[in-house]
């Protein structure tokens, strides 16, 4: 990925926040065919392999993701947050130079790894139960596998198959106006937050801070 040193954030935990908060991957493998893509949500894990745990998911059995990959390539998952398109006319210096253009915000994290397939009903269960649990955690009354009917959850259980990423690397990517001036960010912020996209203005707010 193509990171001006003003867009690079290298803190892990920043990454590893942005992936819980939208965990949703496009995955991208090598296949006998050629590059293939899937959408799958992925829970980070903190225990793996390697320093920076790992990532943990599962996929339809009838998805030929499981049994068409290079194993000896890596594979990359990619999480991107909110993102959003910025005027020139938000640009408080755009009456004084009128030298400004459109562009897109956005933040990014690609995360590199050892594709590992986990056919074990209880590897699953367990991480079907560790995602659920994460992604439920902010409902009031949280809903667990155990509340399904127990025939009901074996079943399906037959129908998917677990992924394991070994994470060996990471790039994380927040194009938020860090190369525009004070004024012009303190402008975007406002009229992000105008125009209902709170959580980009946040994104630009943290990104300007010492």
Same mark, same amino acid.
């Given at each position: 990925?193509y ?6 954030e290298? &803190? ?7 992936? &819980? ?11 006998a065919? +050629?590059l ?8 980070w894990?903190?225990? +793996?392999d390697?320093?920076?745990?790992s990532l ?7 998805n030929?993701?499981w049994?068409d990959?290079?194993q000896q ?6 999480f991107?947050?909110e993102n959003a398109?910025?005027s020139?006319?938000?640009?408080a210096?755009?009456?004084?130079t +009128? ?8 933040a990014? *994290?690609?995360v590199?790894g050892?594709? &590992?397939i986990?056919?074990?009903p209880a590897w699953?269960?367990r ?5 659920t649990?994460?992604?439920e ?18 079943r399906?259980?037959?129908?998917i *198959? ?7 690397r990471?790039q +994380?990517?927040?194009k938020?106006?860090?190369?525009q ?6 402008s ?15 994104? *630009? ?6």
């Amino acid at each position: 990925m193509y990171i001006p040193k003003h867009f690079d954030e290298p &803190r892990i935990e920043a990454m590893r926040a942005l992936i &819980r908060s939208y965990p949703l991957a496009t995955l991208v493998t090598l296949s006998a065919d +050629g590059l293939n893509a899937n959408q799958i949500p992925l829970h980070w894990a903190e225990e +793996g392999d390697t320093p920076y745990g790992s990532l943990r998911g599962h996929i339809a059995r009838s998805n030929p993701l499981w049994t068409d990959f290079d194993q000896q390539a890596e594979v990359l998952a990619v999480f991107q947050s909110e993102n959003a398109y910025i005027s020139p006319s938000w640009y408080a210096t755009k009456p004084q130079t +009128g030298k400004v253009v459109p562009t897109w915000n956005y933040a990014a *994290v690609h995360v590199y790894g050892k594709l &590992r397939i986990i056919d074990d009903p209880a590897w699953i269960r367990r991480q079907l139960q560790a995602m659920t649990d994460e992604f439920e955690a902010g409902f009031p009354e949280p809903w667990s596998v155990a509340d399904a009917p127990a025939d009901f959850t074996e079943r399906l259980l037959t129908q998917i *198959v677990g992924i394991e990423i070994s994470v060996t690397r990471l790039q +994380g990517k927040w194009k938020v106006s860090q190369n525009q001036p004070p004024e012009n960010r303190i402008s975007v912020i406002e009229a992000l937050r105008e125009s209902g996209q709170a959580a980009m203005a946040d994104l *630009v707010v943290d990104a300007v801070k010492p």
